[in-house]
């Protein structure tokens, strides 16, 4: 007979720390280029540089990596000087790549960040979304962060990052 507390247990925070679970997230903007193709306007996926103009649309890409789970929450922040675009059918993209589709249960656009919720994750995934620059200035863009809901132990980030809007030419500073 053997005293209860002589066996080793396991938590949750074990199996992270032993590499059982893994889970990482990518975040890449791109600014939308206007150009013709067949008589119509279509966009291209430009690399963005960090820069932009007021009016500028940027699309937001992130890839989530790891470990099928259950209940995933991504919560992207975006800069002060944006808003999102709830039109993105109005902007067809050109060689827009396979995988960026609603993937996800629920999807929340409030004032200063996406929150995307998943019943279920496979182990990739990607999300796009649009945002208009609508304020010059110079702005930090906070990382994304991407956890499931049920175990705060467990999170990745992506990359923060700068963003810079010039004022319009004879604006007001």
């Known amino acids: 007979h053997r005293d209860l507390h002589s066996f080793p247990t396991r938590r949750s925070s074990d199996l992270v720390q032993i590499g059982t679970m893994s889970l990482n997230l990518t975040r890449d903007y791109f600014k ?9 306007i279509v966009y291209a996926l430009q690399k963005f540089d960090g820069s932009a103009q007021v009016g500028d ?21 975006i800069p002060a000087g944006a808003e999102f675009i709830s039109n993105e059918e109005s902007y067809e993209i050109d060689h827009r790549p396979g995988g960026w589709f609603d ?50 132990s467990v999170q990745a980030t992506s990359d923060a990052l700068r963003l810079q809007v010039a004022a319009p030419a004879g604006g007001v500073q």
């Open 32 to 40: 939308l280029q206007p150009i013709q193709r067949d008589g119509r």
């Open 57 to 77: 649309v940027l699309a937001v890409h992130e890839a989530i990596n790891g470990s099928p789970q259950r209940y995933l929450l991504l919560e992207d922040p």
């Open 103 to 152: 993937w996800y249960t629920r999807q929340e656009f409030h004032d200063d960040h996406a929150a995307f919720f998943a019943d279920e994750f496979t182990g990739r995934q990607e999300i796009f979304y649009l945002i208009r620059i609508v304020n010059p200035g110079s702005f930090q863009i906070s990382p994304a962060s991407v956890e499931p809901m049920y175990q705060p």
